[in-house]
């Protein structure tokens, strides 16, 4: 049947698709706001937000929330990105109306509770805390604010003690009110559901909702580039080499897809066969790309011991030279087949479907078939890649590196060895 679209009179979008054989569904409200809209003394509000949505309501304590979802089996959650909020639930099919119940409650009538607020406040800090003490997790927040220096897109999801603790109710009251309004929303549905009964649903308890919100989307982002080094006394040396990417919209951007699963998607990658396995430099190495609405990033993930730091740089670099000169069609098919396989099984979860279709309509305006992107991918040549590889890797490097990184060569080393460069790849040579 594919994929059913609805717009109510306020304009919030209405989407489902029907999922043989499962049983569940997977709801959710996805709303166009996140940590990327927060101004500068918000730091951190949009995942405070996101925690304090199931902190009570007008009808509904904390724990009634918790009980009333737990009750019938289901389950219950929100999550905070760069650019969207997204509150969602799993139940049976039966269950349908009261999860939407719960989640509209949550969305129009969160009391904010000055005693809830202070006790998550305090939860925020410690998972601050945690953060900052796992490497691994940290070394990215690091990536993103050196690439995107001094814009809200490069910060910290999570804000930082001195703002989390400033927020009172009223500010939650008030960002949600300026962020939220019903055409930056989707409220989308996967399994066992019925279209036109989910939008009655739906229209019941958000059909009313505010229809528009005044305040302007972020500015553009512009990608800097630079280095940031924290030296640690730790096991494994947490590395990241990154360059400018490309935005969901553009051209290349299934293509920047692709590119990173030839050079680090999988044990056949090309990161992976020479760094791990012919020469035994980290045990982790990958490649990903992330796009937002109107930039990306693109990079190389690693960690390693502090012995081989020295060493492992230069085989990164030297694969970014390599995959800018030829990419044979064997990994271009090869990458293409993982993708479409990612596309075909991440449809057998619901809750992975539900997901990917509010991306999608807040993205592109509307859902986009697995026909159509396997198209796009199809269109894809060895020669694109090559070409692509060749200007991503000649882009402003970031590097970002927490741990033992006293031996990382300098950055303007690396900077210079890289594609593009007017410096030769050999003077980077172990």
Not at 74 to 84: K, L, M, P
Not at 118 to 124: G, L, M, P
Not at 204 to 222: D, H
Request: one cysteine or more.
């Amino acid at each position: 049947m594919g994929v059913e679209v609805s717009r109510l009179s306020n304009g919030l979008t209405v989407a489902t698709e029907t999922l043989p054989s499962i049983e569940s569904v997977a709801l959710g409200v996805w709303v166009k706001s996140g940590a990327r809209n927060e101004r500068d003394d918000e730091h951190g509000m949009a995942h405070l937000l996101e925690h304090m949505a199931f902190k009570g309501t007008s009808r509904r304590s904390a724990f009634q929330i918790a009980t009333d979802i737990e009750n019938v089996g289901g389950e219950i959650n929100a999550a905070t990105s760069v650019e969207t909020t997204s509150y969602y639930a799993r139940v049976l099919s039966d269950d349908v109306p009261l999860a939407t119940d719960i989640l509209a409650d949550i969305l129009t009538d969160s009391n904010f509770d000055a005693g809830e607020l202070e006790r998550e406040q305090h939860v925020i800090l410690q998972e601050i805390g945690a953060a900052h003490d796992t490497p691994d997790d940290i070394v990215f927040d690091r990536f993103t604010e050196t690439a995107f220096r001094h814009q809200t897109i490069g910060r910290s999801i999570l804000g930082t003690p001195e703002t989390v603790q400033s927020f009172t109710s009223a500010q939650l009251h008030s960002f949600i009110e300026r962020q939220y309004g019903a055409e930056r929303m989707v409220v989308v549905a996967a399994g066992d559901v019925r279209h036109d009964k989910f939008v009655r649903d739906v229209e019941a308890r958000l059909g009313s909702f505010r229809s528009k919100v005044e305040t302007p989307l972020p500015t553009y982002a512009q990608y800097v580039g630079g280095d940031f080094r924290e030296d640690r006394d730790l096991m494994d040396a947490q590395i990241i080499l990154g360059f400018e990417g490309r935005a969901y919209h553009v051209r290349d951007f299934y293509a920047s897809q692709v590119l990173s699963m030839i050079l680090g998607g999988g044990m056949s990658s090309r990161l992976f066969q020479e760094v791990r396995e012919k020469r035994g430099l980290c045990y982790s190495v990958y490649a990903f790309h992330w796009g937002f609405s109107d930039t990306g990033v693109f990079g190389v993930h690693s960690a390693t011991g502090q012995t081989d730091v020295s060493e492992l740089i230069p085989v990164i670099v030297g694969e970014l030279q390599k995959v800018g000169e030829s990419i044979s069609q064997e990994e271009l098919d090869r990458a293409r087949a993982q993708y479409r396989a990612g596309l075909i099984m991440s449809a057998e979860s619901a809750s992975s479907r539900a997901s990917q279709i509010a991306r999608q309509l807040l993205l592109f305006g509307r859902p986009i078939g697995k026909d159509e992107l396997m198209e796009r991918l199809g269109a894809l040549t060895t020669a694109r890649l090559t070409d692509l590889s060749a200007r991503l890797f000649s882009t402003t490097p970031t590097i970002a590196a927490v741990g033992p990184v006293g031996s990382l060569a300098a950055y303007e080393t690396i900077r210079d060895a890289l594609p593009g460069s007017e410096t030769s790849l050999r003077r980077m040579a172990v």
